[in-house]
């Protein structure tokens, strides 16, 4: 009988499965360890050096100015709504002035 020899090759997959395996088992005996260190005790608060802000400080400020530029864009854009009204106005006014005039002159040309 003729029998095939087969030789099992790894594959890649195998050879990585058996890489993280090892490196799995490795680790884990060394993170399970008891550590005789002792918990650290929490640092008092530091206060913040005069001109530094916390972040809700910066963001109150940036909000505030942010309100009061769109305030001033409200504002100017209103005056120059007013001053366009204005001429409107005013150029209205001559021309009715001119049709006034035009229209007594020819009823006194008549």
């Known amino acids: 009988m ?18 993280g395996l090892t ?6 005996p060394t993170v399970l360890t ?12 530091t206060a913040a050096p005069a001109g530094a802000q916390t ?3 910066r963001r109150q400020e940036r909000r505030i100015r942010r309100t009061e530029r769109r305030q001033e864009r409200r504002t100017r854009r209103m005056e120059r ?3 366009r009204r204005e001429g409107r106005r005013t150029r209205r006014a001559v021309r009715r002035e001119g049709r006034t005039e035009r229209r007594e002159e020819r009823r006194d040309a008549r």
């Open 81 to 83: 709504r007013l001053t």
């Open 55 to 57: 972040g809700t400080e």
């Open 23 to 28: 490196t799995l088992s490795l680790t884990v």
């Open 34 to 45: 008891v550590s005789d260190a002792e918990a650290q005790q929490p640092t008092p608060p």
């Open 2 to 19: 003729s029998e095939e020899i087969k030789t099992d090759l790894l594959s890649r997959r195998k050879v990585l499965a058996l890489l």
